[in-house]
């Protein structure tokens, strides 16, 4: 299976502190997606890193890739309340759909 | 611009009865996708649509599922004599590059179904 898996499950931080979030997948890749999902509901896209890229920042997120580990980490720094939400990577190879992980719940604590 | 919309928000239905679920991607874009997901779980491929192209129905769970799209528009879901454990949200995304999945892919709020 192609599918992500994202680790760990579940992670409870302070306002402030830096939150990472790690994704490990079975197969080639061609990219890698990083998606927020809030309250269960739509899903909101955060950043794509291709197979030849090893790290991509937006903002206060930062992105990196080792496809000889087929695993990728999503660190969100100086985290706020807001930020609560659950985390998805999702594969991509080829034609194929993107491949979605069973996400990290995020809570960040006022 | 107006994003994917899906309709209706939530749907409650008795087992047995057949639902359809309606989603407008966004304008332009050829790929359409359909996905399920359980409560506390991950998204889960059901069917994607690519421009003309026959859709990739791999992720169907069962033949109760099916869906047609309407040109690069309209896509429904229609699940026939559903069951309990059909309970899920149920998302649609868009894309603009058809199939590749390397686009990011816009979703729509969802259709939240219950069945009784």
């Known amino acids: 299976s192609q599918q992500g898996e994202e680790d760990p499950q579940a992670l409870s931080i302070q306002e402030g502190e830096n939150a990472t979030m790690n994704c490990s997948y079975k197969?080639?890749?061609?990219?890698l997606q990083w998606y927020r999902q809030n309250s269960g509901r739509g899903l909101v896209h955060l950043i794509l890193?291709?197979?030849?890229?090893r790290e991509k920042h937006s903002g206060r997120l930062r992105v990196t890739l080792d496809t000889s580990k087929k695993s990728s980490s999503l660190l969100i720094t100086a985290s706020r309340a807001a930020d609560t939400a659950s985390y998805f990577c999702?594969?991509?190879?080829?034609?194929?759909?993107?491949?979605f992980g069973k996400g990290t719940r995020l809570s960040v604590i006022a | 611009g107006a994003g994917v919309s899906q309709s209706p928000s939530n749907k409650v239905t008795e087992k047995g009865k057949d639902v359809e679920l309606r989603c407008d991607p966004i304008?332009?874009?050829?790929?359409l996708y359909w996905y399920r997901q359980r409560l506390g779980q991950g998204l889960e491929f059901l069917i994607y649509?690519?421009?003309?192209?026959?859709?990739?129905k791999s992720g169907l769970p069962s033949d109760r599922f099916s869906a047609e799209r309407t040109g690069e528009s309209v896509s429904t879901l229609t699940i026939q004599r559903t069951q309990q454990e059909d309970s899920a949200v149920y998302l649609c995304?868009?894309?603009?590059?058809?199939?590749?999945?390397?686009?990011?892919?816009?979703f729509g709020p969802g259709t939240r179904l219950t069945v009784t």
């Open positions: 649509f690519q421009g003309n192209s026959a859709p990739d």
């Open positions: 304008s332009g874009h050829t790929a």
């Open positions: 197969t080639s890749i061609n990219n």
């Open positions: 999702a594969t991509s190879r080829g034609n194929t759909p993107l491949v």
């Open positions: 995304a868009s894309s603009s590059v058809p199939g590749q999945g390397v686009m990011e892919q816009y």
């Open positions: 890193i291709r197979s030849n890229e």
